[in-house]
C-alpha cells in the first residue's frame, strides 16, 4: 500500500506570492490533516478534512486554506506569504474506521519563502 | 498554553541500555496518545499508540505506559539501537478529533 504522498518535496516562494501544495492519502483513508513544523513553534495543526469537509480549524490566519476532493485528495493554499511561513509542511491521513485509528505522515514539502 | 510537554529537549543513551521518554499533557480531554519518530526533513513515523482506557502497550522494542491520575505517559525502548536516534514526539488525541496535539520533541542520540 502506498503511503502519504505530498508533492512538490521542496518550494522557494517570494513575499506576497501564493503557494498550493499538494497531499494524496493513502488509500481508503477518508480524513486528511496539515500541520506546521517550524523550529520555534515544532508541529503545529492547520486544519484536517473529511469527505471534502473541514471538520476542524487551528489557529492560523485566512491566509491559509484548504480543500479536499472526492477522491481525497487534497490541497493546502497560502496566499500573500510572509517570510514567517517558511516551514515543512506535513500532511496527514487516516482510516477513520474506528475510533482509535492513528494519522500516518508523508515527507512534507519544505517551503522558503525569500 | 502547551498542553503537551517533553520536558528533556535531548537525551543521550549508550547502545543496548534502555531509553526512557517522558510526555505530560495538561488537557483531561485527551484520550488516545501516540509517539512518532522524525529524522530532519521528513514527515513523523508512526511508533506506538495507547488509548486511555489501557495503561500499558508494547510492540517489539517499544512500550509505552500511561499513567492517567498524573497526566503522564512514557515510551522505553529497549534496547537502544544506533538506529533509534531521531527526534521523538509524544501527541494526543480527544475523542473523536482527528486533531493531534504535539509536544516539542526530544532528540534521542544513542551512542554506540
Known amino acids: 500500500k502506498a503511503g502519504v504522498t505530498q508533492t512538490p518535496r521542496y518550494l522557494i516562494k517570494t513575499r506576497g506570492q501564493q503557494v498550493t501544495l499538494s497531499c494524496s492519502p493513502i488509500?481508503?483513508?477518508?480524513?486528511v490533516s496539515w500541520y506546521q513544523q517550524t523550529p520555534g513553534q515544532g508541529l503545529q495543526f492547520l486544519f484536517e478534512?473529511?469527505?471534502?469537509?473541514?471538520?476542524n480549524k487551528g489557529n492560523f490566519p485566512g491566509r491559509f486554506s484548504g480543500r479536499q476532493f472526492s477522491n481525497s485528495r487534497s490541497e493546502m493554499n497560502v496566499s500573500t506569504l510572509e517570510l514567517g511561513d517558511s516551514a515543512l509542511y506535513l500532511c496527514?491521513?487516516?482510516?477513520?474506521?474506528?475510533?482509535?485509528?492513528?494519522?500516518?505522515f508523508g515527507q512534507g514539502t519544505r517551503l522558503t519563502v525569500v | 498554553d502547551q498542553q503537551v510537554k517533553q520536558n528533556s529537549p535531548s537525551l543521550s543513551v549508550q547502545e543496548g541500555r534502555i531509553s526512557i521518554l517522558n510526555c505530560d499533557y495538561t488537557n483531561s480531554m485527551f484520550d488516545y496518545f501516540l509517539w512518532y519518530k522524525k529524522y530532519p526533513a521528513e514527515g513523523p513515523t508512526f511508533l506506538i499508540s495507547?488509548?486511555?482506557?489501557?495503561d500499558k502497550n508494547e510492540d517489539g522494542r517499544f512500550t509505552v505506559f500511561l499513567n492517567k491520575s498524573a497526566k503522564h505517559l512514557s515510551l522505553h525502548i529497549v534496547p537502544s539501537q544506533p538506529g533509534d536516534s531521531a527526534v521523538y514526539f509524544c501527541?494526543?488525541?480527544?475523542?473523536?478529533?482527528?486533531?493531534?496535539?504535539f509536544g516539542t520533541g526530544t532528540r534521542l542520540t544513542i551512542i554506540p
Open positions: 488509500s481508503g483513508h477518508r480524513s
Open positions: 478534512y473529511f469527505s471534502e469537509t473541514q471538520r
Open positions: 496527514a491521513s487516516s482510516s477513520q474506521g474506528a475510533v482509535n485509528t492513528e494519522a500516518f
Open positions: 495507547i488509548s486511555s482506557i489501557k
Open positions: 501527541a494526543a488525541r480527544g475523542f473523536g478529533n482527528e486533531k493531534l496535539t
